[in-house]
């Protein structure tokens, strides 16, 4: 079950809602610029990918939940009024700013149920927001990490193009780059509920290699369908684009290559 299904269940207007929320709106052109439905699909695709891992390491996982999870998660940012904050935005703000945050994300979720169904797929759709929300559970803190290793990646494939924007002149305050993986290697040690998830070796886990960034900007060029394919050496960009196109090959390929600013 993709986005289509859930707005045949009376969700009118939440595709569309989802495609006008832009990602890595700091930066500035984002050649690449994903936005939330093109991303919420690709957390799904990941899920898909690595659930041979999970069904190894954490016996009980509920894929049919975590994947409307997947699809879901960002709903309530289609109604707040910050749209997508970065991960590096909220890593430098205040605790009266994230409290803030959190409260507007609260307010949207009462939004949403005012505004649509109280179900999906028979799932309770508030349990499922306030799930993807505390990450308290095993399906959720594995797609809180899916999510942070996807935007890593999306970071990455701004580099491997030769865009200087998400290198030269990310903002300074926020002490680190968004490629540079820190933040998604702190989570092996914040989700105990899957330390066996982390602990068994696959192509998407940690640890991260650090690309030689001024090396790339100046060598790369725009993606082609082409070079979609070559290895880069690093294991979960590499894998990342292969989800991607393995699970929509027309639409992961356009996301993938067209450029969509200058």
């Not at 929320?21 to 898909?48: N, V």
């Not at 016996?59 to 879901?72: D, K, Q």
């Not at 709903?75 to 430098?92: A, F, H, Q, T």
């Not at 169904?117 to 990490?145: D, F």
Request: hydrophobic share 35%.
């Amino acid at each position: 079950m993709y986005h289509e299904a859930i707005e045949a269940q009376g969700f009118q207007g939440r595709i569309a809602g989802l495609r006008s929320i832009k990602r890595w709106k700091s930066f500035s052109p984002a050649w690449y610029r994903h936005d939330l439905e093109m991303h919420t699909l690709e957390l799904r695709y990941l899920l898909e990918a690595v659930a041979p891992h999970i069904r190894q390491t954490l016996p009980g996982f509920n894929f049919e939940r975590a994947g409307i999870i997947a699809l879901v998660h960002d709903d309530p940012e289609i109604v707040s009024k910050n749209g997508d904050v970065e991960l590096n935005v909220k890593l430098n703000m205040s605790p009266q700013e994230l409290v803030q945050l959190e409260q507007e994300e609260s307010e949207a979720i009462k939004t949403l149920l005012a505004r649509w169904p109280q179900t999906v797929q028979g799932y309770n759709y508030q349990s499922l927001l306030e799930e993807a929300k505390k990450k308290a559970t095993i399906e959720t803190q594995v797609l809180s990490y899916l999510d942070k290793c996807s935007a890593l990646c999306e970071s990455l494939h701004e580099l491997y193009a030769g865009n200087n924007q998400f290198h030269h002149n990310w903002r300074a305050e926020r002490k680190r780059p968004p490629y540079a993986g820190t933040n998604v290697a702190e989570l092996v040690e914040k989700y105990t509920l899957i330390s066996p998830f982390f602990a068994k070796k696959h192509p998407f886990l940690p640890p991260f290699s650090k690309p030689d960034v001024e090396s790339l900007l100046k060598t790369q060029k725009p993606h082609t369908s082409q070079s979609l394919t070559q290895p880069t050496g690093l294991p979960q960009y590499d894998f990342w684009k292969a989800t991607i196109l393995k699970h929509a090959p027309e639409d992961g390929a356009r996301w993938l290559t067209e450029q969509r600013e200058v």
